[in-house]
T-cell receptor, first 113, second 110 residues
Framework: KAGVTQTPRYLIKTRGQQVTLSCSPI?????VSWYQQTPGQGLQFLFE???????NKGNFPGRFSGRQFSNSRSEMNVSTLELGDSALYLC????????????FGEGSRLTVL | AQRVTQPEKLLSVFKGAPVELKCNYS??????LFWYVQYSRQRLQLLLR??SRESIKGFTADLNKGETSFHLKKPFAQEEDSAMYYC????????????FGTGTRLLVSP
């Protein structure tokens, strides 16, 4: 079956702009998580959605938000972009609740100039 | 607070040598520990989890609650083991949040 699909794969924005990233989970998976990956901080948890509800949120400012649709697809939005938001944003889906087995997408690489 | 520490950024060994990638964690409850691996030009993927107590691709890891460690071991490294390895912790909240270590790059030379 098809893996987790993230779009766009690469994007460049300037400070102050906003960005929306999209994630399509593996068919049948209802849990979608987002992570930010940077060379300095590694992989950091952003949030998790399950059945359109945000179940958990990491320590990121309110500029970072997300949502999940009824078909389990998820989007995350970052408003008022800062240089430090440049990162690889990874989406992961999971089919079994609470197992910790995540299936990752290839990521969306955001560069903020 | 949940924390995962991988002290080595890079581990370089020769083919056939034993490998041990270190992972220590900090968590007050009952954690679940995982090893994720990312091979070159591939996605991050689950390698193994402590609860399964299984060997995957010759790798094993034992959860030592006394030392709060979950080291990944393989007796004889292969060149195809070269990859980035991440140790991850999941708390006992029932949610899917994972706390990752900063990763160790394993380089196996012929």
């Amino acid at each position: 079956k098809a893996g987790v699909t993230q779009t766009p794969r690469y994007l460049i924005k300037t400070r102050g702009q906003q960005v929306t990233l999209s994630c399509s989970p593996i068919s049948g998976h209802r849990s979608v998580s987002w992570y930010q990956q940077t060379p300095g901080q590694g992989l950091q948890f952003l949030f998790e959605y399950f059945s359109e509800t945000q179940r958990n949120k990491g320590n990121f400012p309110g500029r970072f938000s997300g949502r999940q649709f009824s078909n389990s697809r998820s989007e995350m939005n970052v408003s008022t972009l800062e240089l430090g938001d440049s990162a690889l944003y990874l989406c992961a889906s999971s089919g079994l609740a609470g197992t910790g087995e995540l299936f990752f997408g290839e990521g969306s690489r955001l560069t903020v100039l | 607070a949940q924390r995962v520490t991988q002290p080595e950024k890079l581990l370089s060994v020769f083919k056939g040598a034993p490998v041990e990638l270190k992972c220590n964690y900090s968590y007050s409850g009952s954690p679940e520990l995982f090893w994720y691996v990312q091979y070159s030009r591939q996605r991050l993927q689950l390698l193994l989890r402590h609860i399964s107590r299984e060997s995957i691709k010759g790798f094993t890891a034992d959860l030592n609650k006394g030392e709060t460690s979950f080291h990944l071991k393989k007796p004889f490294a292969q060149e195809e083991d070269s990859a980035m390895y991440y140790c991850a912790l999941k708390g006992d909240t029932g949610f899917q949040k994972l706390v990752f270590g900063t990763g160790t790059r394993l380089l196996v030379s012929p």
